[in-house]
């Protein structure tokens, strides 16, 4: 069934509802339409790559002709961009770029003097399949403080993302559970319980062939259009 039928489909069943249970049951039946939550969209902030490494695949941990994977703890992230419907959202392109594991963009404008890593990628693309997943690897970024303008500011580890689905696009971030900094970021502490929740990934089992020490999260990115 494709994305229109759906929503023809829907329209009826809702159409139906009203007819049968009169405007009283306007308000139950459309929440219960509402579905999921909207991911929150957040700032891009100020170290998208200017310069694009030279490769942007879905393994950020290892570069071509490198000996030495980049530093840090490994992250397997995987997820699915969703409707708020809870359909998934096809060929959506996935951006996402981070900080180092020491905090570093490998960013001109980034003046935390912490060290760059030679051998981490930083940046990424993937489209999402036909169930809306997609999957990285990656590294799990250091927080780091954001600089002179805010001396006493420290961002929490995170991942920014740009998300362009069929009908939404979406700039914002995720955030990893259980981090010291989240609550007093300067980002994160504005968004409302549910955004917070909407923006935090999910720790899931390791397992398979991942490494004895990486983590293994879920975030699923929710688009208010798909
Ligand atoms: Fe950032």
């Known amino acids: 069934m494709n994305h229109r039928m759906r929503f023809l489909m829907r329209r009826r069943i809702l159409q139906t509802a009203l007819t049968a249970g009169g405007l009283a049951a306007a308000g139950p039946v459309q929440r219960a339409f509402a579905g999921l939550p909207e991911t929150p969209m957040q700032t891009m902030g100020p170290f998208y790559p200017i310069t694009r490494p030279l490769e942007d695949d879905a393994d950020l941990t290892l570069?071509?002709?490198?000996?030495?994977?980049?530093?840090?703890?490994?992250v397997h992230l995987m997820g699915r961009v969703l409707d708020t419907n809870g359909d998934p959202v096809r060929n959506a392109k996935i951006e996402l770029w981070q900080a180092n594991a020491h905090g570093r963009y490998a960013h001109p404008a980034d003046v935390n003097p912490a060290p760059l890593d030679p051998n981490f990628q930083g940046f990424g693309i993937q489209t999402t399949d036909a169930e809306g997943q997609y999957r990285f690897k990656t590294i799990k970024p250091a927080a780091y403080a954001i600089g002179p303008m805010n001396p006493d500011a420290v961002r929490p580890p995170h991942i920014h993302f740009d998300v362009y689905g069929a009908n939404t696009r979406l700039v914002t971030q995720m955030y990893f559970?259980?981090?010291?900094?989240?609550d007093g970021d300067i980002i994160f502490k504005y968004l409302n319980a549910t955004e917070q929740a909407a923006a935090t990934a999910t720790v899931l089992p390791g397992g398979g062939d991942a490494e004895p020490d990486s983590i293994t999260l879920r975030?699923?990115?929710?688009?208010?259009?798909?």
């Open 219 to 226: 975030w699923d990115i929710v688009l208010l259009a798909g």
């Open 177 to 182: 559970p259980g981090e010291p900094e989240n």
């Open 63 to 74: 570069l071509k002709g490198h000996a030495e994977r980049a530093q840090g703890k490994v």
